[in-house]
């Protein structure tokens, strides 16, 4: 079977590194490119960081692309209390081999989008993708699958009402979710499912790779948030899940939804209410409701462990 084409729009951040090397490390998937968008850290660094994690890959064959620098209608996040000041970890890296690509991250997806059938994985605020259907009325038909890591039912992680990529830009979420394309969402109530352990990351350092050795690291620090925040040390993949979910379809259970994007609260701005009644049963949005860790995890391990010097 061809491997799914494959362009990844993101905010890296730490989980966000992990789903890209997933991504570069299974067969079934052919990363054509990577946009950076403003979330967990400023534009600047999501970008340096993207292309951190694609050298580090040694994939100097995968344009990398800024998109945009500022949400529709939201401040821009400065720093970043879950990823460190650089977004990955704090760090030390060397000049990333792979340089930045000067197309516009935005019109990078459009042209990806006109070169054939492709999925849109977003693991980030969906500033870039909302100013893709704004700029370019009814591309949003010409995408084969968007997967999108957000959102999440009474519950938040950056607010109690509200999770980090749908809070950091709610216009740009609600102008996504309104526009006609297959979406599979894959919420908070889906990732904290999913969860690396301290034993995977000690089998990471264990390969004795670059790749096992700067996960682990950029993990430490995550696993000392996630400690501080949830009282223990399982580090939540969210990221991760809008990956897995192309590697193998049967491995999420899903069903049909519909989403609505509060803008207007108080205590309330990026709330996502995903509507599971049977009338929706049909519907374009799919949510992400359960998965299997030990299966989850297995796999990671494999796939990451392929990603030699
Ligand atoms: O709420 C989790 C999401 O916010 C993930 O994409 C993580 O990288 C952060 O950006
Ligand atoms: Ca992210």
Redesign the pocket.
């Given at each position: 079977m061809a491997p799914t084409r494959v362009l990844i729009d993101?905010?890296?951040?730490?989980?966000?590194a992990v789903a890209i090397l997933l991504a570069l490390a299974s067969p079934e998937i052919e990363v054509v490119a990577v946009t950076a968008v403003a979330?967990?850290v400023p534009l600047d660094k999501t970008a340096l960081n993207a292309r951190r994690i694609v050298a580090l890959a040694d994939r100097h064959d995968i344009p990398v692309a800024a998109g945009r620098a500022e949400p529709l209608s939201a401040p821009v996040v400065e720093d970043s209390v879950?990823?460190g000041r650089d977004g990955l970890g704090d760090l030390d890296w060397d000049e990333p081999a792979v340089a930045l690509d000067p197309r516009d991250g935005v019109e990078l997806i459009a042209e990806m989008i006109g070169r054939g059938p492709l999925t849109i994985v977003a693991?980030?605020?969906l500033t870039n993708l909302a100013v893709l259907v704004q700029r370019h009325p009814g591309i949003d038909r010409s995408v084969a699958h968007l997967v999108i890591?957000?959102g999440?039912s009474f519950q938040g992680?950056?607010t109690p009402a509200a999770?980090?990529?749908i809070w950091?830009d709610p216009e740009a979420a609600r102008v996504v979710f309104d526009a006609d394309w297959p979406i599979t969402l894959m919420p908070?109530d889906l990732?904290h499912q999913a969860y690396l352990t301290d034993d995977d990351l000690a089998y990471l350092r264990s390969l004795g790779t670059e790749v096992g050795r700067r996960v682990a690291a950029m993990l430490e620090p995550y696993a000392q948030f996630h400690e501080r925040w949830y009282g223990n040390r399982d580090v939540?993949m969210?990221?991760a899940m809008a990956v897995y979910e192309l590697l193998d379809a049967e491995a999420i259970e899903k069903q049909g939804v519909r989403v609505a994007v509060e803008t207007d609260g108080v205590h309330s701005r990026g709330a996502t209410f995903i509507d599971r009644r049977r009338e929706h049963a049909d519907s374009l949005v799919r949510v992400g409701l359960s998965v299997d860790n030990d299966l989850f995890r297995a796999r990671l391990r494999e796939r990451l462990a392929t990603l030699k010097d």
């Open positions: 993101t905010d890296p951040g730490v989980d966000d979330g967990n879950v990823h693991i980030g605020p890591m957000g999440a992680n950056v999770e980090f990529n950091a908070l990732t939540i969210h990221d």
